[in-house]
């Protein structure tokens, strides 16, 4: 229950601080955490919610990432952050992400016109049969694959023993994208970006913090997307949650952006319906823009 839980998160932290129960608690604190996940499963408390990513003049998504959430009957809403590490240690991560992009690529049906981001973890792309996956869910929800992107973080990268480079490649002919997410962030190589071909870089939030005070992380941006341009793969900027930090961006070129300044992540009905309000709003301001 509750203490299971807490413990686990205490487990998570414990590689860095003092605390280091034994190993057999270890094994049985670990255990607990992924009964409860199976059951979790079972009893459909887990839910996709759905952060709208949008053009670069900021008035239209162009595709929405899919973020797990947990919602859990006594503790409420629980964030990826607090429990996905353990499913990472254990084959449950793959019972989650089956479920992740099954459910996004099912919701992506109803929502024309919207490419689905899906966040891959490196336990899953690692798994031989993850291509298949991809490819039988594309037929059964009958979506065409570009509609589909998937979000890799280049720890996966690190090496190539699991046969990452070749599970890459068959994606790709199977036609989904992959974009490289969180880049910046860790051991970023601009090799990676010779030796795989993303379709999209997602530049992280810590870049876009210190855009309003920090010129080297302005020049950084700025050679990001225009790198991007360069070598032809498309840069989405992450975080985006001041007006100072947009205009900043749309001075510079014409990236993707995400961020609470544009919508936090929402359960499917509210996305749709917001995605009506943000269209209404917008006609609105041509309309506006016509009377004068
Ligand atoms: P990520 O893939 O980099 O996703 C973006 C995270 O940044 C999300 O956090 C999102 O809510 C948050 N975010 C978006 N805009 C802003 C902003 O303007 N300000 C701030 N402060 N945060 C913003 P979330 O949903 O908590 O997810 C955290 C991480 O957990 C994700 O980072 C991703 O690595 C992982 N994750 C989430 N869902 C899944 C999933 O279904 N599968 C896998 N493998 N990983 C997932
Ligand atoms: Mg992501
Ligand atoms: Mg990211
Ligand atoms: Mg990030």
């Given at each position: 229950g509750d203490i299971a839980l807490y413990q686990a998160k205490e487990m998570g932290r414990a590689r860095h601080v003092v605390f280091q129960p034994h190993m057999e608690e270890r094994i049985q604190m670990r255990r607990t955490i992924e009964e409860e996940i199976e059951r979790a499963l079972k009893r459909h408390e887990f839910e996709n919610f759905y952060q709208p990513i949008m053009d670069a003049k900021g008035e239209k998504a162009v595709a929405a990432e899919a973020l797990i959430r947990w919602n859990h009957p006594t503790r409420g809403q629980i964030s990826p952050g607090t429990f996905l590490h353990v499913a990472e240690e254990s084959q449950l991560i793959n019972k989650i992400g089956e479920w992740v992009l099954e459910t996004a690529m099912k919701d992506a049906t109803h929502l024309p016109g919207i490419r689905m981001c899906v966040n891959v973890s490196p336990n899953q792309l690692r798994h031989p049969d993850f291509p298949s996956l991809v490819e039988k869910l594309l037929t059964r929800y009958e979506l065409?694959?570009?509609r589909i992107e998937l979000e890799v973080t280049e720890e996966v990268l690190l090496n190539d023993a699991d046969g990452v480079h070749e599970t890459l490649k068959e994606l790709h002919r199977i036609g989904v994208r992959v974009a490289l997410d969180?880049?910046?962030?860790?051991?970023?190589?601009?090799s990676y970006l010779r030796l795989y071909n993303f379709d999209k870089i997602k530049i992280d939030r810590s870049f876009v913090e210190d855009l309003d005070h920090d010129v080297d992380a302005q020049e950084i941006v700025r050679a990001l997307i225009s790198l991007g341009s360069a070598i032809n793969v498309d840069i989405c900027v992450e975080g985006i949650e001041r007006k100072s930090q947009f205009k900043f961006l749309a001075n510079v070129g014409d990236p993707l952006m995400q961020g609470f300044l544009f919508a936090r992540p929402m359960p499917l009905t509210k996305f749709r319906l917001w995605r009506e309000g943000a269209e209404d709003a917008a006609l609105d301001d041509i309309e506006l823009v016509e009377q004068l």
């Open positions: 065409e694959p570009d969180d880049f910046g962030t860790g051991y970023s190589s601009l």
